[in-house]
């Protein structure tokens, strides 16, 4: 909704729909190159834009990281779905941690991005994670019900160490088993 007359927002101009979408396909191609503090101009500069027209579209960075991430989002979001009829609900959620770690790892500066807008319910990050968290709580209830994870255990803290795994992954290329052991370490820690 328009939030100046109350009706739904108008479709983009089709200039602007191939301005929206060159700069989410750069913005992507750079963040995976350069990782997520890559300069705003230098994505508009690629996409062959002013930064006035990257900020008409993507107001803060963190809209932007959104924006990028969605599709991503989404498929996370197919998954977790596929795995609540998993036979081991423990490993079902772990799959899904993994995935997340995996998804972050595409992206230098994904995870601390993650985290800090963990703390920011209004932030378009926050936004675009809610579902994930909503998304880890049914596979986390589902493995609590099943007695195979401690019952302190929060989809908060679990999403928030998931991003510390994938921070630590990223800050240790040289150790490509480095996630693979940490979590392994959170599902031990998982069942108490």
């Known amino acids: ?81 596929e795995l609540l009829s998993a036979e081991q609900p423990c490993t079902a959620l772990i799959e899904w941690l993994r995935a997340i770690i995996t998804h972050a790892g595409l992206y230098r500066g994904l995870a601390r991005a993650l985290m800090s807008a963990s703390g920011d319910a209004g932030s378009a990050l926050a936004r675009c994670s809610e579902p994930m968290r909503e998304a880890g709580d049914a596979l986390l209830v589902r493995a609590r019900d099943a007695g195979s994870v401690r019952a302190d255990v929060t989809i908060a803290d679990l999403m928030q160490l998931t991003n510390a795994i994938a921070l630590a992954a990223e800050q240790s290329p040289d150790d490509p088993e480095l996630a693979d052991r940490l979590l392994a370490l959170t599902y031990r820690g998982l069942k108490g």
Not at 29 to 51: K, P, Q, Y
């Open 1 to 81: 909704m328009d939030g100046k007359t109350g009706s739904p927002p108008r479709p983009l101009r089709a200039d602007a729909r191939r301005n929206h979408d060159r700069l989410l396909a750069t913005a992507r191609t750079a963040f995976a190159e350069h990782g997520t503090d890559t300069s705003l101009e230098d994505v508009a500069r690629r996409a062959g834009v002013g930064i006035g027209t990257l900020y008409r579209h993507f107001p803060t960075r963190q809209a932007l990281l959104s924006a990028v991430f969605q599709s991503e989002v989404d498929i996370l979001l197919t998954r977790s779905r």
